[in-house]
C-alpha cells in the first residue's frame, strides 16, 4: 500500500481558509487517483473531494463546492486540500485516501471511500464559531 501523511489540520475561524497537504510515499504517486474524506464524532465518513491521475477530472461533495479545492503536485507526490470560507459544520478529522490500481481510465475520480485502499492517518480541522 501507498504510505500517506496528512498535515496542515489545526484550529481556525469560520470564514477562514487553510491548505490541507498529504505526502506519499510512492514514486508512482502520480498514477493513482486520490481523494479527501473526513469524519466528525458520531457521524459517518464523508466524501470531500477527488482527483483523478493526470489532474484531468475533480470530483466534489456538495457541501464544500465552490469553497474546497483538490489539486496534486506530482513532481512532490503531494495531495492538496485548499478550504475556503470554512465553517463550524466543516469540523471533522481529515483523511487523504489513494486507489491501488495505476492508471485507470482516464478522468476516474470516485466519491466511495471503499474505492480507495491505502489512508493516512488523519489530521483535525476545528472551526470555531
Known amino acids: 500500500q501507498v504510505q500517506l501523511v496528512e498535515s496542515g489540520g489545526g484550529l481556525v475561524q469560520t470564514g477562514d481558509s487553510l491548505r490541507l497537504s498529504c505526502a506519499a510515499s510512492a514514486r508512482t504517486f502520480s498514477d493513482y487517483a486520490m481523494g479527501w474524506f473526513r469524519q466528525a464524532p458520531g457521524k459517518e465518513r464523508e466524501f470531500v473531494a477527488a482527483?483523478?491521475?493526470?489532474?484531468?477530472?475533480?470530483n466534489y461533495g456538495d457541501s464544500v463546492k465552490g469553497r474546497f479545492t483538490i489539486f496534486r503536485d506530482d513532481a512532490k507526490a503531494t495531495l492538496y486540500l485548499q478550504m475556503n470560507s470554512l465553517k463550524p459544520e466543516d469540523t471533522a478529522v481529515y483523511y487523504c485516501a489513494a486507489d491501488n490500481i495505476r492508471r485507470r481510465t482516464w478522468g476516474y475520480a470516485p466519491r466511495e471511500s471503499h474505492l480507495y485502499e491505502s489512508w493516512g492517518q488523519g489530521t483535525q480541522v476545528t472551526v470555531s464559531s
Open positions: 482527483i483523478s491521475w493526470g489532474g484531468g477530472n475533480r
